[in-house]
């Protein structure tokens, strides 16, 4: 494939995103850093193999300061200079970095079971034994008994009460003042998860459980990797240990019980043959799905509702979507095929990804496109970077939701050009959950409110783990006058 070069352009609302920026010193730094090029490892001789190039970067830092600030801009400028397939040293650990469709697609099609899981490195202390961080014939058993709590059924139990905590928690923001978004969904989302998931009240809880998740997704990367005091990595140990407990003294009654709520399907889960979860298994994976659940969700919400503020005609169009069933009460099957905010939320994941990369590892000598990996070498496929291609998208730095229409389908240009749920095996269990719920949070919001953003106001988004905005997302709602149900945003910056 030719790698062509980003057409120039005036600066759109997504530079951030694809424009490496130097307006902060720091920025200005890493950027005139020089490259240590090196080769990541000397193929076999005979192989006709090419070893794979890249920038070892600081030392022990390698580019993870760039990649930390820059996010996709700097993996979309890698991409451009050496190609779908380079490599750094982040932490002093070699990381081999996969972009462009056809190199994603060799290492999430696995064909010849040469990537295993690549997340114990970074998330393995805090998400321990999480169905992300399991493998082959293990990840096939936990997963298929984990599916058990995402059936058809259990999704439209979950839906009923989703959609009534959604409509009284939105219905209840403030208007006609700064309302920092990311955090009150952020809230929101956890105590869907704490209802849905585990059909417990949190109350007095809440923040020590929010700030245990948070301080887990950070700790996976922490500079320092030891329990020093102050660090992120002890926080994230220390977050762990606040949730483990507290799924512990919860994990009795729910064997007891029969409630409808994800805890109790997977005590409850088995196979054919009788086998079942174990404690530990039942409380690694509520620990890992919640926090996969809620932080989604959170950043796709987020951005949803600022590209919504940006973009009025296509608030204008979902609001009539939502408006047009009336007063009936919100459908789960009718909200599967509600075609606008469809399009909206699939155009913000490509902008936007929830989850910026998936990490795999080698566990054999391999190639792809032709590039020697060596074994246990770290792979982290940059899916985010084919979303922002403009080999496969049309103008691709625009907000433009048409592009997942029926006529146009820029989604289909290559099958791994728009992963933002993974592929293969490990595809996300739970990617039908989360977009019914972020659905359910925006024809809310849409009922309820209408709001607007300056057209010079960027979310300054950070990259550590998860993107989140470093403002919060402020906005301000008006309050829709013929609505007595539901709101909408609109940022004062």
Same mark, same amino acid.
């Given at each position: 494939?030719?790698?062509?070069?980003?057409? !120039?352009?005036?600066?759109?609302?997504?530079?951030?995103?694809?424009?490496?920026?130097?307006?902060?010193?720091?920025?200005? &730094?890493?950027?005139?850093?020089?490259?240590?090029?090196?080769?990541?490892?000397?193929?076999?001789?005979?192989?006709?193999?090419?070893?794979?190039?890249?920038?070892?970067?600081?030392?022990?830092?390698?580019?993870?300061?760039?990649?930390?600030?820059?996010?996709?801009?700097?993996?979309?400028?890698?991409?451009?200079?050496?190609?779908?397939?380079?490599?750094?040293?982040?932490?002093?650990?070699?990381?081999?970095?996969?972009?462009?469709?056809?190199?994603?697609?060799?290492?999430?099609?696995?064909?010849?079971?040469?990537?295993?899981?690549?997340?114990?490195?970074?998330?393995?202390?805090?998400?321990?034994?999480?169905?992300?961080?399991?493998?082959?014939?293990?990840?096939?058993?936990?997963?298929?008994?984990?599916?058990?709590?995402?059936?058809?059924?259990?999704?439209?139990?979950?839906?009923?009460?989703?959609?009534?905590?959604?409509?009284?928690?939105?219905?209840?923001?403030?208007?006609?003042?700064?309302?920092? &978004?990311?955090?009150?969904?952020?809230?929101?989302?956890?105590?869907?998860?704490?209802?849905?998931?585990?059909?417990?009240?949190?109350?007095?809880?809440? *923040?020590?459980?929010?700030? !245990?998740?948070?301080?887990?997704?950070?700790?996976?990367?922490?500079?320092?990797?030891?329990?020093?005091?102050?660090?992120?990595?002890?926080?994230?140990?220390?977050?762990?240990?606040?949730?483990? *407990?507290?799924?512990?003294?919860?994990?009795?009654?729910?064997?007891?019980?029969?409630?409808?709520?994800?805890?109790?399907?997977?005590?409850?889960?088995?196979?054919?043959?009788?086998?079942?979860?174990?404690?530990?298994?039942?409380?690694?994976?509520?620990?890992?799905?919640?926090?996969?659940?809620?932080?989604?969700?959170?950043?796709? !919400?987020?951005?949803?509702?600022?590209?919504?503020?940006?973009?009025?005609?296509?608030?204008?169009?979902?609001?009539?979507?939502?408006?047009?069933?009336?007063?009936?009460?919100?459908?789960?099957?009718?909200?599967?095929?509600?075609? &606008?905010?469809?399009?909206?939320?699939?155009?913000?994941?490509?902008?936007?990804?929830?989850?910026?990369?998936?990490?795999?590892?080698?566990?054999?000598?391999?190639?792809?496109?032709?590039?020697?990996?060596?074994?246990?070498?770290?792979?982290?496929?940059?899916?985010?970077?084919?979303?922002?291609?403009?080999?496969?998208?049309?103008?691709?730095?625009?907000?433009?939701?048409?592009?997942?229409?029926?006529?146009?389908?820029?989604?289909?240009?290559?099958?791994?050009?728009?992963?933002?749920?993974?592929?293969?095996?490990?595809?996300?269990?739970?990617?039908?959950?989360?977009?019914?719920?972020?659905?359910?949070?925006?024809?809310?919001?849409?009922?309820?409110?209408?709001?607007?953003?300056?057209?010079?106001?960027?979310?300054?988004?950070?990259?550590?783990?998860?993107?989140?905005?470093?403002?919060?997302?402020?906005?301000?709602?008006?309050?829709?006058?013929?609505?007595?149900?539901?709101?909408?945003?609109?940022?004062?910056?």
């Amino acid at each position: 494939m030719v790698i062509s070069e980003y057409p !120039a352009r005036a600066i759109s609302e997504n530079s951030q995103l694809v424009r490496i920026p130097r307006r902060q010193l720091l920025d200005r &730094v890493l950027a005139r850093t020089p490259r240590r090029e090196a080769e990541l490892a000397t193929p076999p001789p005979g192989s006709g193999l090419k070893p794979v190039l890249g920038d070892r970067g600081l030392p022990f830092v390698g580019n993870l300061l760039k990649a930390m600030r820059w996010g996709p801009a700097q993996a979309l400028a890698e991409y451009r200079r050496v190609g779908p397939v380079t490599w750094s040293r982040p932490l002093g650990q070699p990381n081999v970095y996969v972009s462009g469709p056809e190199a994603t697609q060799v290492v999430l099609s696995n064909k010849d079971k040469a990537f295993g899981q690549g997340w114990d490195y970074y998330i393995g202390a805090f998400f321990d034994r999480g169905l992300l961080l399991l493998e082959f014939d293990e990840h096939m058993f936990h997963r298929r008994l984990m599916q058990q709590a995402f059936t058809r059924p259990r999704l439209e139990g979950y839906f009923a009460e989703l959609t009534g905590l959604v409509d009284k928690s939105v219905a209840a923001w403030p208007t006609e003042h700064r309302l920092l &978004v990311y955090p009150t969904i952020k809230t929101m989302t956890l105590e869907i998860a704490a209802d849905i998931f585990m059909d417990a009240e949190v109350g007095i809880e809440r *923040d020590s459980l929010n700030k !245990a998740f948070i301080a887990c997704t950070h700790g996976g990367m922490a500079f320092v990797r030891y329990p020093i005091p102050g660090g992120h990595w002890r926080a994230g140990l220390r977050g762990r240990k606040v949730l483990e *407990d507290y799924f512990f003294r919860m994990l009795p009654a729910k064997r007891a019980s029969q409630d409808n709520d994800m805890f109790s399907a997977l005590c409850h889960a088995r196979d054919e043959d009788g086998e079942q979860f174990s404690d530990r298994d039942v409380i690694n994976h509520m620990i890992f799905l919640i926090m996969a659940a809620h932080d989604t969700s959170t950043t796709t !919400a987020t951005a949803a509702a600022y590209f919504l503020g940006k973009h009025p005609e296509w608030q204008k169009k979902a609001r009539a979507e939502s408006l047009a069933r009336g007063d009936a009460p919100l459908d789960m099957a009718a909200l599967e095929t509600a075609t &606008v905010l469809d399009e909206v939320i699939k155009e913000t994941v490509r902008l936007v990804s929830p989850v910026p990369g998936f990490a795999r590892r080698t566990v054999k000598d391999t190639e792809i496109l032709g590039h020697y990996i060596p074994a246990g070498v770290t792979v982290s496929v940059l899916h985010w970077v084919n979303q922002l291609l403009p080999e496969y998208w049309t103008d691709p730095e625009r907000f433009d939701p048409d592009r997942f229409s029926a006529e146009r389908h820029e989604d289909k240009s290559h099958r791994y050009a728009w992963v933002p749920f993974g592929g293969g095996v490990h595809k996300c269990i739970g990617m039908h959950f989360g977009t019914l719920e972020v659905k359910v949070i925006l024809d809310a919001m849409l009922r309820h409110y209408e709001w607007s953003l300056p057209q010079d106001y960027e979310i300054p988004w950070a990259f550590s783990s998860m993107p989140f905005p470093v403002d919060d997302a402020p906005m301000v709602l008006r309050r829709r006058p013929r609505s007595s149900r539901l709101r909408v945003i609109h940022p004062v910056i």
